[in-house]
């Protein structure tokens, strides 16, 4: 069984900074690119970062970019969002999903597997 968690959310002040981290079991992680999405009340879910099965190539959406970092450990089968000088607009419930390819995709089609999300909120 795939099993995707996610950790680190919670609430901070503008400005300052958290990290997510997304344990994977039941696949084989390294083969598969992994992304981090976001969802806020009354938005379409959006892709952040994504990032491919090497962690050599990443994505980030124009608004992160800059501030977030995505990176993985293959050994520790987790991925991590690390996020900076948060604004109130980051405020979202944060998802990470596992891709069925090597390479990271922008659509939320292509990833197979989801966790439960992480509430982050931001305070101005």
């Known amino acids: 069984q795939v099993q995707l968690v996610e950790s680190g959310g919670g609430l901070v002040q503008a400005g300052g900074s958290l990290r997510l981290s997304c344990a994977c079991s039941?696949?084989?992680?390294?083969?598969?690119?992994m992304g981090w999405f976001r969802q806020s009340p009354g938005k379409e879910r959006e892709i952040v970062a994504a990032?491919?099965?090497?962690?050599?190539?990443?994505y980030y959406a124009d608004s992160v970019k800059g501030r977030f970092t995505i990176s993985r450990d293959n050994a520790k089968n987790t991925v991590y969002l690390q996020m900076n000088s948060l604004k109130p607009e980051d405020t979202a419930v944060y998802y990470c999903?596992?891709?069925?390819?090597?390479?990271?995709?922008?659509?939320?089609?292509?990833?197979?597997?989801w966790g439960q999300g992480t509430q982050v909120t931001v305070s101005s």
């Open positions: 999903a596992a891709d069925r390819n090597l390479f990271w995709s922008v659509k939320d089609y292509e990833y197979d597997h």
């Open positions: 039941g696949l084989s992680f390294s083969r598969n690119a």
């Open positions: 990032i491919d099965w090497s962690g050599g190539r990443t």
